[in-house]
């Protein structure tokens, strides 16, 4: 048998050991191979309480849920549904908080010149004349506000107050299968052409619209191309990143691309069914150039033929509207020609009020601006009477962001600012920051350490030129607020740490919204 005292001495001499590890075993850990690391709890992870103290509650930041007008969220008081925290990759429940979901959680930043930055979009809301002719918002991010996350909520709420319906600006197909805010089809032979995440060497030139893409049913028309000079409109001197238009140029005969048969595309639209807003389409505007023949369009609704027009040939690009009596079921485009013209876009919107289009660049961290001619956004952007842009980046940026390329970030986010404003000076933009994103140190998710000062980076990059700011990582809670989401009953965010789910989007599509309107009150007052 063994004796007690051998049983003691051992498991004294076992814990002595482990003190030893926790003092001198890596903080970082020690990496095996490519794929493991070895982790091991310092002395203060293993004297930390197991619960939460008081304190650590009440600092806690509770996380609200908007009211009916979320649709996908429902509830019966005016509480706040129970919060979680994260410690120590334990779950443990709280009391949540009574406290007004119509209040400003995290305010729109606004520069030096204060609400002068959104005159332009805000004396355009109380304009009749303006809303007449459709005020459009364009909203850019990455995947964050894929399948019309945030986007759709933001639309909503403004169309509701002002007027407008459809889903916006629509590409002619799609790069995933989006069925939000509208699902498109397509005949097999349509191919997109993007500025992100690559160029296609068989493009050359830089017109690819206010979407950063074109799409065709046949082969690219043949081109050469000759370095215009750069434009009032297109020049970004004393900025990092330089851009000079490539213009098409029609070549001899033999050498365009011209087949004998007749290409035909179809594309069908579907706006989706969760707001009855976004089926309500009345007009169709189609943008569309470098074609040097003649493309036959047929309109249909369903069977019915609407239109049967002609694109006449351009060099550069035109537009084509369509207007709609009754709003179609079944949007319908058949287009025919010995050459396929490049299509940049629909605009499928109401006769009136507001806009608000969803242009979500996977993978993407804002720097695209400056790669597409100045003179086609120009024209895109005041033939569709963009009033304001949301510029949602930054995410994408952070697992290769170091210390080192941070200013470099900074200086090219702000070219793409001064670019957009150059092109159109009386624009008003709104930059959002990232959300909160986790990494896994140890056995914890915590805020990737260069997430803060990335988002200060931006929000340096806005005020300085002009633009208001909203912090989507402080609207959230701030650091380590993700687990907060994550473990969120309902849940607020995805398991990957980084993208919310329907129910998350939804709440962070309130809390801009609040934002944005909170500033437009205040303007309204001052004006009076």
Not at 52 to 57: A, E, Q
Not at 168 to 197: E, H
Request: charged share 20%; with cysteine; hydrophobic share 35%.
């Amino acid at each position: 048998m063994v004796k007690p005292e051998r049983t003691l001495t051992f498991f004294v001499f076992i814990l002595i050991l482990l003190g030893l590890l926790t003092i001198i075993f890596p903080k970082n850990g020690i990496t095996i191979g490519n794929d493991l690391t070895l982790h091991f709890p310092d002395l203060k992870e293993f004297m930390k309480e197991s619960m939460p103290t008081k304190d650590s509650v009440d600092s806690t930041k509770a996380i609200f849920i908007a009211d009916n007008d979320l649709a996908v969220i429902e509830s019966d008081t005016a509480q706040f549904v129970e919060h979680t925290e994260v410690i120590d990759s334990s779950v443990f429940e709280f009391k949540p908080r009574t406290i007004s979901t119509d209040s400003l959680r995290q305010p729109l930043n606004l520069p030096a010149s204060g609400l002068k930055c959104l005159e332009n979009l805000f004396s355009s809301l109380i304009d009749p004349d303006e809303l007449k002719h459709v005020v459009r918002i364009m909203h850019y991010g990455d995947s964050q506000i894929e399948t019309d996350r945030i986007t759709n909520y933001l639309r909503y709420k403004l169309q509701q107050q002002f007027g407008g319906s459809g889903p916006g600006l629509i590409p002619a197909k799609t790069a995933y299968d989006y069925k939000s805010p509208c699902a498109v089809s397509n005949s097999d032979n349509w191919k997109r052409y993007t500025v992100f995440p690559s160029i296609d060497t068989a493009v050359k030139h830089t017109n690819y619209g206010v979407l950063g893409a074109f799409c065709t049913f046949g082969p690219l028309r043949k081109i050469t191309t000759k370095n215009t000079k750069i434009t009032k409109n297109d020049s970004i001197q004393n900025d990092s990143v330089q851009t000079v238009d490539s213009m098409p140029v029609i070549t001899k005969p033999e050498e365009t691309i011209q087949p004998k048969e007749t290409l035909t595309g179809t594309i069908s639209f579907t706006p989706s069914t969760l707001r009855q807003n976004l089926k309500v389409i009345k007009k169709c505007r189609l943008f569309y150039g470098n074609t040097d023949a003649i493309c036959n369009i047929k309109v249909l609704d369903g069977e019915t033929v609407l239109y049967d027009e002609k694109l006449k040939p351009t060099d550069s690009y035109s537009s084509k509207l369509f207007n709609f009596s009754e709003p179609p079921v079944n949007l319908k485009m058949e287009f025919s020609s010995p050459q396929s013209p490049e299509i940049y876009g629909f605009a499928l919107d109401g006769n009136s009020g507001v806009a608000v289009d969803n242009i979500a660049l996977r993978g993407c961290s804002g720097t695209i601006f400056t790669k597409i001619s100045g003179n086609m956004l120009a024209r895109m952007y005041n033939e569709l009477n963009v009033k304001c842009v949301i510029l949602q980046f930054g995410g994408n940026a952070v697992p290769y962001m170091t210390e080192e390329r941070l200013n470099a970030f900074k200086s090219m986010f702000a070219a793409q600012i001064r670019y957009i404003k150059r092109l159109c000076p009386k624009m008003s933009i709104i930059v959002v920051g990232p959300a909160d994103m986790s990494t896994k140190v140890g056995d914890k998710y915590q805020t990737y350490e260069i997430l803060p000062p990335l988002v200060e980076a931006l929000k340096s990059a806005a005020l300085s030129n002009d633009c208001a700011f909203w912090d989507m990582y402080e609207a959230m809670g701030g650091e380590n607020s993700m687990p907060d989401w994550v473990y969120h009953e309902p849940q607020l965010a995805e398991k990957d740490f980084v993208h919310f789910t329907p129910n998350g989007a939804n709440i962070m599509a309130r809390m801009l919204y609040t934002a944005i309107i909170s500033r437009y009150n205040e303007w309204l007052r001052k004006k009076k």
